[in-house]
């Protein structure tokens, strides 16, 4: 267990729709990754945030944002979701923003139908 | 830019073989590498990482890694294979373009076979 936690588990939703993805990093750890996963992708950054702010960007659609709140938790939001949104979506905790050591969690598995 | 390429996207050994898998990388600074494994329906788990600290790196359940800087590559080897380490393994290198994340390699599914 690597202290990061994301809900929910598994995401079946349709295509056109909207879904929010929630992590909460470890406790202590101020800098939160989102990675994608797929089959044809690979494993991909999305975006990072630290301490309430965007850090960097990686290959993130313009219909999915993010957000950190003051608590730390970060939410992924995608919209008009297409079929090849369809993947596992990781994210990754670390205490600096220089990702020395990054925790994952166990993903969201999205289905977009 | 940084990254990774692993050789290899299936490996099979038998259990109690020599377990070796292949990752060279691209960097135009030192790079920082590291090694994850995902076991089926699970997140991404580090094994060892590499800081330029020392060239052989330890990690858990008896992985090693060997930063060789004149081959670019950061292998990763268990003398033993276990039927318990079959799963997926990802070398990764810290990118310095978009923050600090990590560039994945495509993964190496490794089979240990009775």
């Known amino acids: 267990d690597s202290g990061v936690t994301q809900t929910p588990k598994h995401l079946i939703t349709a295509t056109g729709q909207r879904v929010t993805l929630r992590c909460s990093p470890r406790?202590?750890?101020?800098?939160v990754y989102w990675y994608q996963q797929s089959l044809d992708q690979g494993l991909q950054f999305l975006i990072q945030y630290y301490n309430g702010e965007e850090r960097a960007k990686g290959n993130i659609l313009e219909r999915f944002s993010a957000q950190q709140f003051p608590d730390l938790h970060s939410e992924l939001n995608l919209s008009s979701l297409e079929l090849g949104d369809s993947a596992l979506y990781f994210c990754?905790?670390?205490?600096?923003?220089?990702?020395?050591?990054?925790?994952f969690g166990p993903g969201t598995r999205l289905t977009v139908l | 830019a940084q990254s990774v390429t692993q050789l290899g996207s299936h490996v099979s050994v038998s259990e109690g073989a020599l377990v070796l898998l292949r990752c060279n990388y691209s960097?135009?600074?030192?790079?920082?590498l590291f090694w994850y494994v995902q076991y089926p329906n699970q997140g991404l788990q580090l094994l060892l990482k590499?800081?330029?600290?020392?060239?052989l790196v330890k990690g858990i359940n008896g992985f090693e890694a060997e930063f060789k800087k004149s081959e670019t590559s950061f292998h990763l080897t268990k003398p033993s294979a276990h039927m318990s380490d079959a799963a997926e393994y990802f070398c990764a290198v810290r990118g310095s373009n978009s923050g600090y994340a990590l560039n994945f390699g495509k993964g190496t599914s490794l089979l240990v076979t009775p």
């Open positions: 990754a905790s670390s205490v600096d923003p220089t990702g020395y050591e990054q925790f």
């Open positions: 590499y800081t330029s600290a020392a060239t």
């Open positions: 960097s135009s600074v030192p790079p920082y």
């Open positions: 406790s202590g750890d101020l800098s």
